[in-house]
């Protein structure tokens, strides 16, 4: 019998300082639900980090590309229950998913969760049927699974590296693109003004005098794709 954290155990995961320290403290808390192990990746201005308590080998298999799992949640915000049966049958799965069967995983739970920062994809994965009554209690850890992984990047984050909003690096990507703040303004339904607005802010977080400089800036640092 699986007893349900309370809410005093899930705020440990928010003291964690260091990506270590927040996948033992995770683990640590699975032992209260029947799964078996997780996986949180998050994204952040076009980085990323990995943690979870799945094999080395099997964590490194999960790439960039989207699998079905990814671009169902990426894409409708709603969680999935899956098994590595059907998506290793089906074809369309990557790879990794033959890796987790062969690990003896036979279903898992994903959902993402989103803020200010950046965006993770959780699973928690099971080595038996889930136990549906225990989905929800696993939406409360993911919760604060993120909220922790958010606060460990933050504090983390190099300081020369400017944290940008989405909608600055809309504006910032356009640009880059060779389209002019009218076009961008058209294509992200905001006026003309609001994208000098954002393209202003973002020179000033470079420290830097126009926009030209700003996207060499955040190309050298990866915060937008290349031309």
Not at 133 to 151: N, P
Request: proline residues 5%; glycine residues 8%; charged residues 20%.
């Amino acid at each position: 019998m699986h007893l349900r954290p309370s809410r005093s155990q899930l705020a440990l995961l928010l003291r964690a300082q260091q990506w270590p320290d927040l996948a033992t403290a995770a683990q640590d808390l699975l032992q209260h639900f029947p799964a078996s192990s997780f996986m949180l990746r998050m994204s952040v201005a076009g980085q990323r980090q990995a943690i979870g308590s799945l094999p080395p080998h099997i964590m490194a298999e999960f790439g960039d590309e989207a699998d079905p799992v990814s671009r169902h949640i990426g894409a409708s915000g709603i969680p999935l229950e899956w098994d590595t049966a059907t998506l290793c049958a089906g074809g369309d799965g990557a790879p990794v998913y033959q890796s987790l069967r062969g690990a003896g995983i036979v279903s898992g739970l994903s959902m993402a969760a989103r803020s200010d920062l950046g965006w993770s994809r959780i699973d928690f994965y099971f080595h038996q049927d889930a136990d549906k009554g225990a989905t929800a209690d696993l939406f409360l850890l993911g919760s604060y699974l993120h909220e922790a992984a958010c606060r460990v990047w933050r504090a983390s984050w190099p300081a020369e590296v400017p944290r940008l909003t989405a909608r600055e690096r809309q504006c910032l990507q356009w640009s880059a693109s060779g389209k002019t703040s009218q076009e961008i303004g058209q294509i992200l339904g905001i006026s003309q003004h609001t994208v000098y607005f954002h393209l202003k802010k973002v020179a000033s977080k470079f420290k830097v005098y126009g926009t030209r400089h700003a996207i060499s800036r955040a190309m050298d640092l990866k915060l937008i794709n290349p031309i």
